[in-house]
């Protein structure tokens, strides 16, 4: 396979993988805000703070608003991780790689980008925001469904999977991190129904809610954590997340899994093997978000590795040449010092 559509196949999977899971960042705080008690304050700037983009949102607007935050992530096509972003870059990677895929996953890639142009130019966000980002999540799901069921599952699926679930623990990671920033009015409020309306929300929002309260019941905070950082079993936990790509990146290479011949297998299955051996305890004792900040920096290394083992130019008879990726690098992580 050409590094060219190996790359395209990777990147569309990321680009919809995170348009879907910014969808999920917004998604959790608008029901967040329904179960708030009275007269307290819409939390918005952690959402633009988590996602790592708050120098470019200060740039161009002025207030930390429901309107601005939903418009930036969402539809302003200046932020390259906005979903309209995400989606354009989703939708010319499909493109160049038509040969490649499926015709219903073209068509579903373009069905996708064409509804949220069309809601841009309208009022369908203000006037139904709910289903509107659940029709985002719904879409992203289908894409899914269609490249598991009419693709071959051969070394460009593989690389499809490689990103989606690559992208998948980096917004989970990041959904979780959402409940660090959601600033609560006092350490006092630890432990009250205001802590358990969110730390719910953080749960629905990776569509884990149902599968936790089977597992676990009562909401706990070391259980949140534990289900979505490192349950082996739940779709979008972390761990599962990683497990999932590592098996794709060693059936793209033909090595064993276990065992690593490139250095992109070398750092994923280190870090698969860090969340295999963690305990829950440990994880939250050292500090929690010091933990994902640190898996943040981890799994980029992951992603350049990815990028300089298969994507990049490689001469005969010389080194690796690693030149810019034509597609930007996975969102970079930028957190304040302040603690919650």
């Known amino acids: 396979m050409l590094s060219r559509v190996a790359d395209s196949l990777y990147w569309m999977s990321r680009y919809i993988e995170r348009a879907e899971n910014v969808a999920r960042f917004i998604d959790v705080n608008l029901h967040m805000m ?13 959402l633009v703070i988590t996602t790592g983009d708050d120098t470019p949102f200060a740039e161009r607007y002025k207030v930390t608003t429901r309107e601005n935050v939903i418009q930036f992530l969402t539809f302003d096509k200046e932020n390259p991780n906005s979903i309209i972003s995400c989606l354009r870059g989703a939708r010319e ?10 015709s219903e996953m073209w068509e579903q890639v373009n069905t996708f980008y064409l509804m949220i142009t069309d809601s841009a130019a309208g009022e369908r966000v203000e006037e139904a925001p709910y289903d509107f980002f659940r029709a985002i999540k719904m879409a992203s799901h289908l894409f899914e469904g269609l490249s598991n069921a009419t693709m071959s599952h051969g070394d460009g699926w593989h690389f499809c999977r490689l990103g989606r679930f690559l992208e998948r623990a980096d917004k989970t990671s990041r959904i979780l991190d959402v409940k660090y920033f959601i600033l609560l009015p006092s350490v006092a409020d630890v432990g009250t129904p205001f802590d358990d309306i969110q730390w719910a929300a953080v749960l629905r929002s990776t569509s884990a809610f149902e599968m936790y309260r089977k597992r676990f019941h009562h909401l706990t905070p070391d259980h949140i ?7 082996r079993e739940f779709p979008r ?12 990146l060693h059936a793209v290479s033909g090595s064993p899994v276990g065992t690593f011949r490139n250095p992109a297998e070398q750092y994923l299955g280190q870090l698969r ?11 939250i004792g050292a ?7 640190a898996f943040q920096t981890k799994l980029n290394v992951v992603g350049d590795s990815i990028f300089a083992t298969f994507f990049a130019s490689q001469p005969i008879g010389g080194t690796v040449t690693v030149k810019e990726s034509s597609q930007p690098s996975a ?5 304040s010092s302040q603690t919650a």
């Open 93 to 102: 990677n499909a493109r160049s790689v038509r040969e490649i895929i499926s």
């Open 331 to 335: 969102i970079s992580r930028q957190h």
């Open 225 to 231: 954590v534990d289900f979505l950082l490192l349950d």
């Open 287 to 293: 500090g929690l978000h010091e933990f994902l900040d």
């Open 237 to 248: 936990s972390i761990h599962y997340c990683l497990i999932q790509a590592d098996e794709s």
């Open 273 to 283: 093997a860090e969340l295999a051996y963690a305990h829950v305890k440990d994880v």
């Open 34 to 46: 329904l179960d708030l008690p009275v007269g307290a304050t819409e939390q918005w700037a952690p």
